[in-house]
C-alpha cells in the first residue's frame, strides 16, 4: 500500500473515521445530540469535495479498487442520496425521540459499502463493501427495538439477507474454482483466452452472482422482502433502503457484467429477459391493489428494478449511460417520496394511507406540488426526467432488437399510470379529512428542492446529466 492507494480512498476513509467519532461522541455524551447530523454532515460533504479533488484515476490496491468516471458518477450520487436521507431522519428522529449517534454512523457506514461497491475491481472486494452495506441496514432496519413492526422487518432482511450471501459466496467460490481469480479482468481473461476450468463451472458461478445482485436490487422472485422491510421500517430507513442500496446494486451488477463476464453474453441474456419483464409485471400489478403508500412504493420499486434489469441485459454503452442517468432520477425522485411520507405519517405509523392524502393541496400546496411531481416522474410522464429515463433505456433495447420486451415494459407503465395517478387525485380532487396544515421543516427544504431540480430541472434541461452518464459508462466499454 502507498500513497496513491490511500488518496483513492480517501471519501471513504473519511466517512469511516466521521462514523467512528460519531460513535465516540455518542458513548462519551458529547456534543448535545442535536448537533449530531451536523456532524454527519460535514463528513458526508468533506467526502463529496474530495470526490473532486483528488483527481487520481486507475487501479489501487494491487487492482482489486478502480477510480475512474463510474466510480465518481455513483459516489457522488451515493453521496447525495446520504445526506438527503440524514436531513429527512432529523425531523422524523426528533418527534419519535430516537436521535442518537448510532443513527447517523450506521448510515454513513453503510454508504461506505455503497462506494466500495462502486469501486471495487475484485468480487471480494464486492462482496466485502456488500457486507458492510447489508449489516449496516439490518440494524437501521431494526433501529425502533420498541416496535414490533420494526424488529419483524429487521429480522426478515437479515434472515432473506444472509440466505441471498450464500448464493454470492458460493458463486465467487464457483468462478474463482474455474478461472483462477476473483478479479475482473483476470476473469475476462480466462474467459477470452478459454483456460478456465469448465464453462459450465463459470456460468453457473456467474447465475449465483445473479441471484445475490437480484436480492439486493428486488428483482421477482427475490424481491419477497421488500414491501415488509419498506412498510416496518422507520421511513427515513425506509427512504435510505429504497435509494442508495439499489443504485449500489445496479452499479455493481453492471460493472460486473460489463468487464468480467462480457464474453458468456450468450448464457445469460435469456434469464434477464425473462427476470426484467416478470419483475416489471409483479411490481406494477401488485402496486395497483396497494392503499399503504409505503408499500405501494415498494412495489413500485420492484417495477422499476425490472425496468433497469433492461438495460443491464442489454450491455451496450447506450443502455449502460441509460441507466446511470434513470438510477439518478430514480434516486433523488424517490427520496422526495419518502421524504414527505414521512412528514404525513403520525407518531403512531398512521397516516400511511391513501385517505391522509385527500385535499392535502390545500393543507400545504408546496407539499402537494412537489409530489405530485414526483408520482408524475415515477409514472415517466414528459417533461420529467423519469420520462427520459425510461425513454433512453427502451430505445437502447429497441437498437439490439429487443423490441417485444419494451412492448412489455411500455404496458406496465401504462398500467402504472393508474396507482401513481391515486395519490395526486386525493390530494387535489378530494376534500380533506383534517383542515390542519403540514408543517415543513427546514430540514427537509433541501431535499425538496433537488427533487424539483431533479426531476423537472433534468426533465426540461438534461445535457448536463446526459454528458455525465454517457462519460462514466464509457469508462466501461
Same mark, same amino acid.
Given at each position: ?51 473532486? *479533488? ?29 445526506? /438527503? ?32 461497491? *462502486? ?26 427495538? !420498541?416496535?414490533?413492526?420494526? !424488529? ?34 483476470? +476473469? ?16 453457473? /458461478? ?27 421500517? #422507520? ?74 434489469? +433492461? ?16 438510477? *439518478? ?14 412528514? +404525513? ?37 414528459? #417533461? ?21 420486451? $419494451?412492448?412489455?415494459?411500455?404496458? !406496465? ?18 376534500? #380533506? ?8 421543516? *427546514?430540514?427537509?427544504? #433541501? ?18 446529466? $446526459?454528458? !455525465?452518464? +454517457? ?7
Amino acid at each position: 500500500m502507498n500513497a496513491a492507494d490511500i488518496l483513492s480512498t480517501l471519501p471513504e476513509l473519511v466517512l469511516t473515521v466521521t462514523a467512528l467519532g460519531l460513535l465516540l461522541l455518542e458513548v462519551m455524551g458529547k456534543p448535545p445530540r442535536a448537533r449530531f447530523v451536523w456532524v454527519a454532515l460535514g463528513g458526508v460533504g468533506l467526502a463529496l469535495g474530495l470526490e473532486f *479533488a483528488v483527481p487520481s484515476e486507475g487501479q489501487f490496491y494491487a487492482g482489486m479498487i478502480s477510480v475512474d468516471l463510474f466510480t465518481r458518477f455513483f459516489n457522488v450520487l451515493f453521496l447525495t442520496t446520504a445526506a /438527503g436521507s440524514l436531513l429527512i431522519s432529523v425531523p422524523y428522529l426528533r418527534r419519535t425521540l430516537e436521535e442518537r449517534g448510532e443513527y447517523y454512523a450506521l448510515t454513513l457506514f453503510a454508504t461506505v459499502g455503497m462506494m466500495f461497491m *462502486a469501486k471495487a475491481h475484485d468480487l471480494t472486494i464486492t462482496f466485502l463493501g456488500l457486507e458492510l452495506l447489508s449489516v449496516s441496514l439490518y440494524i437501521l432496519v431494526a433501529f425502533y427495538r !420498541n416496535r414490533v413492526r420494526s !424488529n419483524e422487518a429487521g429480522l426478515k432482511y437479515l434472515l432473506l439477507g444472509a440466505f441471498s450471501t450464500g448464493f454470492f459466496l458460493f458463486g465467487i467460490a464457483l468462478i474463482y474454482g474455474s478461472t483462477g481469480t476473483t478479479h475482473y479482468d483476470g +476473469i475476462r481473461l480466462a474467459i477470452g483466452s478459454g483456460e478456465q476450468l469448465s464453462m459450465a463451472l463459470t456460468v453457473t /458461478g456467474f447465475g449465483l452472482l445473479i441471484i445475490g445482485f437480484a436480492f439486493k436490487v428486488a428483482l421477482v422472485p427475490f424481491h419477497m422482502y421488500a414491501p415488509d422491510v419498506y412498510e416496518g421500517a #422507520p421511513t427515513p430507513i425506509t427512504a435510505f433502503v429504497s435509494t442508495g442500496p439499489k443504485v449500489a446494486g445496479f452499479a455493481a451488477f453492471l460493472k460486473v457484467i460489463a468487464t468480467a463476464f462480457a464474453f458468456t453474453t450468450q448464457h445469460w441474456w435469456g434469464i434477464l429477459w425473462i427476470l426484467a419483464a416478470i419483475t416489471m409485471t409483479v411490481g406494477n400489478i401488485t402496486a395497483l391493489r396497494q392503499d399503504n403508500l409505503k408499500r405501494m412504493l415498494a412495489f413500485s420499486g420492484v417495477a422499476h428494478a425490472g425496468y433497469l434489469a +433492461i438495460a443491464i441485459m442489454v450491455g451496450s454503452a447506450d443502455s449502460a449511460f441509460a441507466l446511470l442517468f434513470y438510477l *439518478a432520477a430514480y434516486a433523488i425522485t424517490t427520496l422526495g417520496a419518502f421524504g414527505i411520507v414521512s412528514l +404525513i405519517e403520525g407518531e403512531d405509523e398512521s397516516g400511511l394511507d391513501m385517505d391522509s392524502y385527500r385535499g392535502l393541496a390545500r393543507r400545504s400546496p408546496y407539499l402537494a406540488g412537489v409530489f405530485a411531481l414526483i408520482m408524475l416522474s415515477l409514472a415517466g410522464f414528459p #417533461p420529467t426526467a423519469g420520462f427520459l429515463g425510461k425513454f433512453f433505456i427502451f430505445s437502447a433495447a429497441i437498437d439490439e432488437g429487443y423490441t417485444w420486451l $419494451v412492448i412489455i415494459a411500455v404496458v !406496465n407503465s401504462l398500467i402504472s399510470v393508474y396507482y401513481y395517478l391515486r395519490p395526486v387525485v386525493a390530494m387535489y380532487m378530494q376534500e #380533506p379529512a383534517d383542515e390542519s396544515a403540514v408543517a415543513v421543516p *427546514a430540514f427537509i427544504v #433541501p431535499v425538496l428542492l433537488l427533487v424539483v431540480l431533479v426531476a423537472l430541472g433534468l426533465g426540461l434541461f438534461p445535457m448536463s446529466l $446526459v454528458k !455525465n452518464s +454517457i462519460a462514466a459508462a464509457g469508462s466501461l466499454f
